[in-house]
């Protein structure tokens, strides 16, 4: 009994010591010497989702199928939805804990990836529990659960005080929203039937607010959290909702923005009541906008098409390895009619992090 408990602490520090060293990269971001983070954990939608999707039979939300992850790891569909690397795996690269974020339920996940983070996020996933339920998506509060899992599975590695630091100190990446607004409220228009754009936000808020909350009970205390970018100047809502000559959705821009402003103003609030919580408002929105709308600045050729297919409606099973491809997705804004390149989301990251990386340090 002594022996096994000698080799069962010999098996956590070596897993410690892996977790620590060996994965690491170089990051982009330098952090302080005396800022230790250790991991990243990421909740949300198809911006971050890097596979969660992948087994779930009944949703549609998947990419685990070519073209999608050809520029990835040798050109390998993961359920990334992209050409390649998405905003989950590119901020720890840049803060140089591992190449890439592994979704949780990887069925090829290591337990040492446990120790750097892993990903709940699930495309089609939303504030708005009606939004995972139309996708069959994992939802905020099945994320949440995951969490849960990840948490006595990490303690039964490393120990309880290890863990706690761990979750007491690592970054949470939340990225939601954009599903609910582009998806349930103006496509679907499920909600519209209850609920005015104010109203509707106000009920997207409550429940981000309720997540935060969870989060923060669990140890959470670093949140970076990414406002809804302009949904409206998507290929698919142009192609949708911009009239014939295809023109930014300005009635969806603008209930994002609503959105955006009540969420910015719940995030200040939270963290005057739990002084304590480094929970960060992210604007990408104004950012991503700037990329579409002058696109050639950024040395672009396409702005209002994704690179597979037409690039107007294609998105997961519409873009599949039967349809064509533009020339080279390196002058593209989109990958598909909804989620931008790879070399987009690089070019948005980086300046990201090392924008608000201060503030939660």
Same mark, same amino acid.
């Given at each position: 009994m002594k022996l096994c408990c000698v080799w069962c602490l010999f098996v956590r520090?070596?897993?410690?010591?892996?977790?620590?060293?060996?994965?690491?990269?170089?990051?982009? /971001?330098?952090?302080?010497?005396?800022?230790?983070?250790?991991?990243?954990?990421?909740?949300? #939608?198809?911006?971050?989702?890097?596979?969660?999707?992948?087994?779930?039979?009944?949703?549609?939300?998947?990419?685990?199928?070519?073209?999608?992850?050809?520029?990835?790891?040798?050109?390998?569909?993961? %359920?990334?939805?992209?050409?390649?690397?998405?905003?989950? #795996?590119?901020?720890?690269?840049?803060?140089?804990?591992?190449?890439?974020?592994? !979704?949780?339920?990887?069925?090829?996940?290591?337990?040492?990836?446990?120790?750097?983070?892993?990903?709940?996020?699930? %495309?089609?996933?939303?504030y708005d529990s009606l939004t995972s339920q139309t996708a069959s998506a994992i939802s905020i509060s099945g994320q949440v659960d995951l969490f849960k899992e990840y948490i006595g599975k990490l303690k039964g590695l490393v120990g309880e005080e290890r863990a706690n630091f761990i979750i007491n100190n690592s970054f949470y990446i939340i990225v939601f929203g954009s599903n609910d607004i582009s998806n349930t409220y103006f496509l679907s228009r499920i909600r519209q039937l209850q609920y005015d754009v104010p109203s509707y936000t106000n009920l997207l808020l409550q429940s981000a607010s309720n997540f935060f909350k969870e989060l923060y009970e669990l140890g959470a205390r670093r949140v970076a959290i990414f406002n809804i970018p302009p949904l409206g100047c998507i290929p698919f809502q142009r192609t949708a909702a911009g009239g014939i000559e295809r023109n930014c959705a300005q009635n969806i821009n603008d209930a994002a923005r609503f959105f955006n402003a009540k969420l910015e103003d719940q995030i200040d609030s939270f963290n005057q009541q739990f002084p304590d919580a480094r929970?960060?408002?992210?604007?990408?929105y104004t950012p991503l906008l700037d990329i579409i709308l002058?696109?050639?600045?950024?040395?672009?050729? /396409?702005?209002?098409? %994704?690179?597979?297919?037409?690039?107007?409606?294609?998105?997961? !099973?519409?873009?599949?390895?039967?349809?064509?491809?533009?020339?080279?997705?390196?002058?593209? /804004?989109?990958?598909?009619?909804?989620h931008p390149t790879e070399i987009v989301y690089k070019t948005l990251i980086s300046p990201i992090v090392s924008k608000y990386l201060s503030k939660f340090l």
């Open positions: 520090c070596i897993i410690i010591l892996l977790g620590g060293v060996l994965w690491k990269t170089e990051g982009v /971001v330098k952090l302080p010497a005396n800022v230790s983070v250790p991991a990243v954990f990421v909740f949300g #939608d198809s911006i971050v989702d890097t596979g969660n999707n992948n087994d779930i039979l009944l949703t549609t939300a998947k990419c685990n199928f070519p073209p999608y992850g050809k520029d990835f790891m040798g050109g390998k569909a993961t %359920g990334r939805f992209s050409n390649g690397k998405v905003p989950s #795996d590119l901020i720890v690269e840049d803060l140089g804990i591992k190449e890439f974020l592994p !979704a949780y339920l990887d069925p090829n996940l290591k337990s040492s990836d446990l120790l750097t983070g892993v990903n709940f996020a699930s %495309g089609g996933a939303g929970n960060v408002y992210i604007d990408v002058n696109y050639q600045k950024y040395g672009f050729k /396409v702005g209002n098409r %994704g690179c597979c297919g037409s690039g107007i409606i294609e998105v997961v !099973a519409l873009c599949n390895r039967f349809v064509p491809l533009c020339p080279n997705d390196l002058e593209y /804004v989109f990958w598909d009619s909804f």
